[in-house]
């Protein structure tokens, strides 16, 4: 725990070195010392714990962590000051803040000369057979700049119960108050020594991913940002951080702590942290005040307490917070954070904020205080009613993420996005009935951004994207046939671009227009495409590397499987509306034919019946998602050859088709008797829950099967 804290902190004073040029010129020299120190601090930590004295290493934890969040907050309200004063005499301000460092750098000389005492001490009495359990006797240390110890006594009952045949249960007897039996006890003991020998930024990986609730469902992507935004990924030479924060992410998915969640039809990964880990994981982290949970006004937030999560409403846990210097904010909740319940922002310590996460919660503007956040790295408004976003936006000079999707009427972007030079992120999608977000003219200044999704097409946009060359993921809405070239050419020269979404104008009936002079991008990976398709251009053929594909409401007279089983590394596809074939047969896929598709999803009203599956065709497919078939009455014959079908899913299912597929006596049964589990809404029910509007004449019917 101290090498991850210890790390990640003189990754982020590199990182304010080398960002923060003209707050921290003059005093460069007195950063690194402080920086050199640190690593000294590693390199002890690292030996007393290849000791016998690794049993008093947890008491140098809580040390290093006072001494830590000291030198943070510190360092932190030093920038907020510099900030506040930009065009007058720093002088006073840089000297406050270089004495403050000395500060910082004596007591971690100090405690690096104990640590040694005592690596030492357990050394000599190692070797000489001597009694270890004798208790070792740490001086009281210097005073902090609070007037906190800085170090603290180790007594024989401290070695007991830090040691790792009592970790686990200490720590569930701390939630339970009760004894455990020794079968908990093992298991809570082994989660730990587990955890213990993941490299440091894989547990704090997994710490993070521990602020939220057991079984809440996370989504990769935010998991993702959120851990670049906060600082834990390390860095990577030539590789972006977001990659390297995957991988991680993709390292404890492997090792069964972090679980996909596989109820899916493909649109996006959420993640769960598994439940056996969760809850002593986070006892762990709750005592080592790395997140602390307000359920309600008798919750008690400890003063270094790096991330709180907010259960209830923002009145009630108000006062608490005032006494603490978070930097992550949850709310986990719909709480009302409207003006009229006052200002949810009017703490003291908001002004140390990184993370601000206010998914789902009742808001409909960001007050104009959130402008002096400056430390802000990452606002999350997703499923909210926003519908603007204040000028003071602009003062946010260290943002990387604005994930406002699905928010409310929110028609533009303020020119004052433009001052965001840092910004790696823009999230945006639509509501119903609300078109894409319109960017301000310049847009190109942004030149470090990597995401840009829901964005309007129009009014020169399309043109301007062509200088986002450094784009991962771009997702445009609106795609008009007046500004598809200049569309077009722009996205043909961002080589790294992997994930591409294009929507037409009222894509539901429109017409995407796709250019047989395109050539897409050699990277590509993913692929969404909303909007009626005159045909499958040639170039799909040429996506060697594509991934997952979507197509919606394509309304395609030619079957495109017939192209789309080609694809060599096709893992997801969703067939949504895409094709108005009334009969599927062995040509949707030969043999061999989609050789790693995992995911399938056919959504379709005019699709009646799916004769056959040819023998050795989908050899991967694992999700097998029938949705809206609503005339559907066959399953495919050779469906029972598909082996590796984990989950198939029927909603609806026609009540006649429903007798066929029953277990004792049914005459299709035996195509699905193998799969393990299959998920189904009959049509009677489907019909009382959702009734039907009356039947339209046959000229009406291809408009309102979209």
């Known amino acids: 725990m101290s090498e991850a804290m210890v790390k990640f902190f003189i990754h982020r004073l590199n990182f304010l070195l080398l960002q923060e040029t003209e707050i921290f010129c003059g005093i460069k020299h007195q950063m690194e010392c402080l920086i050199t120190k640190l690593g000294e601090i590693l390199k002890v930590s690292g030996d007393l714990c290849n000791t016998k004295a690794d049993a008093n290493a947890s008491p140098w934890t809580n040390v290093l962590r006072e001494i830590i969040c000291d030198a943070d907050d510190l360092t932190d309200e030093f920038i907020i000051q510099m900030d506040q004063q930009r065009s007058s005499d720093r002088s006073e301000l840089t000297k406050s803040f270089t004495n403050g460092l000395q500060e910082i750098v004596s007591r971690l000389a100090t405690t690096i000369n104990r640590m040694e005492e005592l690596k030492f001490s357990t050394t000599v009495k190692g070797n000489n057979e001597t009694d270890t359990n004798k208790p070792q006797e740490i001086e009281e240390g210097q005073t902090s700049a609070q007037g906190k110890p800085a170090a603290i006594g180790v007594e024989e009952k401290d070695n007991k119960e830090n040691s790792p045949e009592t970790k686990g249960s200490q720590i569930a007897e701390a939630k339970d108050s009760v004894t455990i039996g020794e079968e908990d006890r093992k298991e809570s003991s082994q989660v730990l020594m587990n955890y213990n020998d993941l490299p440091y930024y894989l547990q704090y990986c997994l710490m993070y991913c521990c602020i939220f609730p057991v079984n809440h469902r996370i989504s990769k992507g935010k998991l993702i940002r959120l851990m670049v935004a906060e600082g834990l990924a390390q860095e990577k030479p030539g590789q972006l951080q977001e990659d390297t924060a995957k991988e991680n992410i993709n390292e404890l998915i492997n090792q069964g702590i972090l679980q996909v969640n596989d109820d899916h039809i493909g649109e996006r990964v959420c993640l769960t942290v598994n439940p056996d880990c969760h809850e002593i994981i986070l006892r762990k982290l709750e005592e080592e005040n790395f997140i602390a949970a307000c359920t309600g006004s008798h919750s008690v937030i400890p003063h270094i307490a790096r991330h709180v999560s907010v259960y209830s409403n923002m009145e009630t846990v108000a006062l608490q917070l005032n006494n603490v210097r978070p930097r992550g904010l949850f709310f986990l909740g719909s709480q009302d954070l409207s003006r009229e319940h006052g200002n949810w922002l009017n703490f003291n310590g908001a002004k140390f904020l ?353």
């Open 354 to 706: 990184r993370i601000l996460d206010l998914e789902r919660t009742k808001i409909k503007r960001l007050p104009e205080e959130v402008g002096d956040l400056i430390h802000l790295t990452y606002i999350g408004v997703k499923h909210t009613d926003l519908n603007e976003l204040p000028p003071s936006l602009g003062n946010l000079r260290a943002l990387q993420t604005l994930d406002i999707k699905h928010c409310g009427d929110l028609p533009a972007l303020p020119p004052e996005v433009l001052n965001l030079a840092r910004l790696r992120h823009i999230k945006m999608y639509k509501r119903i009935n609300v078109g894409g977000v319109k960017l301000p003219p310049g847009i190109e200044r942004l030149r470090n951004i990597l995401s840009l999704t829901g964005i309007h097409s129009g009014s020169g946009t399309a043109q301007e994207l062509s200088k986002l060359i450094h784009l991962t993921r771009l997702g445009v809405l609106d795609v008009a046939e007046e500004n598809v070239g200049d569309l077009f050419a722009s996205i043909m020269v961002m080589q790294s671009l992997l994930s591409l979404s294009l929507e037409a104008e009222n894509f539901i009936k429109g017409t995407l227009v796709l250019l047989e002079s395109f050539l897409p991008p050699p990277l590509l990976e993913k692929l969404r495409l909303e909007g009626r398709l005159e045909k499958i251009p040639s170039w799909f053929s040429s996506m060697e590397r594509l991934t997952k594909l979507r197509l919606g409401f394509s309304h395609l007279s030619e079957n495109p499987a017939l192209v789309l089983q080609d694809l060599p590394n096709l893992k997801i596809l969703i067939l949504w509306n895409a094709y108005d074939g009334k009969k599927l047969g062995k040509e949707f896929c030969r043999f061999g034919g989609f050789p790693k598709l995992e995911i399938l999803t056919i959504a379709s009203r005019f699709l009646e019946e799916w004769t056959e599956i040819e023998e050795g065709a989908l050899p991967g497919l694992q999700y097998l998602h029938l949705r809206n078939c609503m005339n559907l009455r066959v399953l495919p014959e050779g469906l029972q050859f598909v082996t590796t079908l984990k989950h198939l899913t029927l909603i609806p299912l026609l009540d006649e088709h429903a007798e066929r597929l029953k277990p004792d006596g049914g005459e299709e049964n035996y195509k699905i008797r193998s799969i393990p589990q299959i998920s189904y809404m009959p049509m009677s029910t489907l019909q009382e829950l959702f009734p039907l509007p009356p039947p339209c004449t046959p000229a009406e019917k291809g408009d309102k099967l979209g």
